[in-house]
Structure formats: structure tokens, C-alpha cells
């Protein structure tokens, strides 16, 4: 089972609807991070928080809009998107928002997202 | 800037055969760190092994090693012994002293074959 678990696993939507995505992390670690996979680019870094202040945003577009009540739950609400945000969005967590030593992610499974 | 690339978009292995998979990367950092990670088709990203800007030695964990040549800013993942289950996408990717930002490369997809 892994430490940080996201919800849904699959997502289809119109591009007038409005859902969320839900990421939970059982690690006791403090930074919590969205990034966006799409098909044949690398992944991309959209937000990050640290002890639930949003730290970065990595230029995203509005109908994008993170929200982390607490250090262990993080939220990604999406409204109003376009064909091309159909991608794997990936929530991960580390213990500090600096990576220090292996600095690594702990990733969860991701969120497919299909906007029609 | 950082920068990752990774000039394989796929490859084939035959089982128990040894791989490497290509990383060369740009920094203007003095210290950072390089970073492997395998995507299953179920979309997890796994951490396998991490090379620190300083670290003298080549990282190894178990089957995989890291094969770090800073002159030529190449940080090149070794799978030993390859495994059916090792058929994955392979992400390098690098972040600089400090920061909590990880770029990664575009990927290589290994296909070990029986």
C-alpha cells in the first residue's frame, strides 16, 4: 500500500463540469506537491505547499486551484478545462519542502484525467 | 535552469542482460542532486537511486547503479540482471542545492523481453 494514496485512480469530464482531485499522505511529511504528466512531456511541477502554505505556483491557469487544508490531505479543484489538461496528475510528499540529502518524492498512483 | 535529457525514447533488453539507460543534464548549480525514478504502467513513480553533485563514489541500490561522470554531466542508470518487471517507463531527473523543485526528462521506455 502506498503512503500517499490519490482519488480518483480515473476521471472523465466535460469541460464545463467542475470536480476535484484528492491526495492523502500517511507519511507525517510536512510538503506536498502537484505535478502534471502529459503524454510525451516531462512532468511538470503546478503547485507546492509546506506546512499547508502554498509555496509555488508554477504559472498555473486559474481553472487550476490547489487547496490543502492540513498537512496530510492536498486538493486539486478543477473547473472550466480544456482537451489539452487531459493528463496523469501526480501528488507527492516529502518531509520538507527542501530536498536535502536523496531529497526524494514519495509519489502516489496518480489521478488519468480525460476532459471531453 | 535545470535541464534533463534523455535521447532513448524506448528500449529492449532481453531478460538477465544488463541496460543502461541514457541521462546527460545542464546546471549552472555547484550542488545538486540526480535522481532515477520507474513509472509502471500503473502510473506510481518509484524511486530507485540518488547521486549527490559530491558523492565520490557511483550510487548502487541492489540491481540498479549509477554510472556519474560529472565531466560530462551524464548520470546513467545500469539495471543489472534485467527482470520482466522491470518494464517501466525511466525518468532521470535533477534538482539543485536547496530547492524542492525536481526536473525531469521526458522518459525511456525499457521493454525487457523473455
Known amino acids: 500500500e502506498t503512503g500517499v494514496t490519490q482519488t480518483p485512480r480515473h476521471l472523465v469530464m466535460g469541460m464545463t463540469n467542475k470536480k476535484s482531485l484528492k491526495c492523502e499522505q500517511h507519511?507525517?511529511?510536512?510538503?506536498m506537491y502537484w505535478y502534471k504528466q502529459s503524454a510525451k512531456k516531462p512532468l511538470e511541477l503546478m503547485f507546492v505547499?509546506?506546512?499547508?502554505?502554498?509555496?509555488e505556483n508554477n504559472s498555473v491557469p486559474s481553472r487550476f486551484s490547489p487547496e490543502c487544508p492540513n498537512s496530510s490531505h492536498l486538493f486539486l479543484h478543477l473547473h472550466t478545462l480544456q482537451p489539452e489538461d487531459s493528463a496523469l496528475y501526480l501528488c507527492?510528499?516529502?518531509?520538507?519542502?527542501?530536498?536535502?540529502?536523496?531529497?526524494?518524492?514519495?509519489f502516489g498512483e496518480g489521478s488519468r484525467l480525460t476532459v471531453l | 535552469a535545470q535541464k534533463i535529457t534523455q535521447t532513448q525514447p524506448g528500449m529492449f533488453v532481453q531478460e538477465k542482460e544488463a541496460v543502461t539507460l541514457d541521462c546527460t543534464y545542464d546546471?549552472?548549480?555547484?550542488?545538486?542532486?540526480l535522481f532515477w525514478y520507474k513509472q509502471p504502467s500503473s502510473g506510481e513513480m518509484i524511486f530507485l537511486i540518488y547521486?549527490?553533485?559530491?558523492?565520490?563514489q557511483n550510487a548502487t541500490e541492489g540491481r540498479y547503479s549509477l554510472n556519474f561522470q560529472k565531466a560530462r554531466k551524464s548520470a546513467n542508470l545500469v539495471i543489472s540482471a534485467s527482470q520482466l518487471g522491470d518494464s517501466a517507463m525511466y525518468f532521470c531527473?535533477?534538482?539543485?542545492?536547496?530547492?524542492?523543485?525536481?526536473?525531469f526528462g521526458k522518459g525511456t521506455k525499457l521493454s525487457v523481453i523473455p
Open positions: 507527492a510528499s516529502t518531509p520538507t519542502p527542501r530536498l536535502e540529502n536523496t531529497g526524494e518524492l514519495f
Open positions: 507519511l507525517g511529511h510536512n510538503a
Open positions: 505547499y509546506n506546512f499547508k502554505e502554498q509555496t
Open positions: 546546471t549552472s548549480d555547484q550542488s545538486y542532486g
Open positions: 547521486q549527490g553533485s559530491y558523492d565520490e
Open positions: 531527473a535533477i534538482h539543485g542545492a536547496g530547492s524542492y523543485q525536481l526536473t
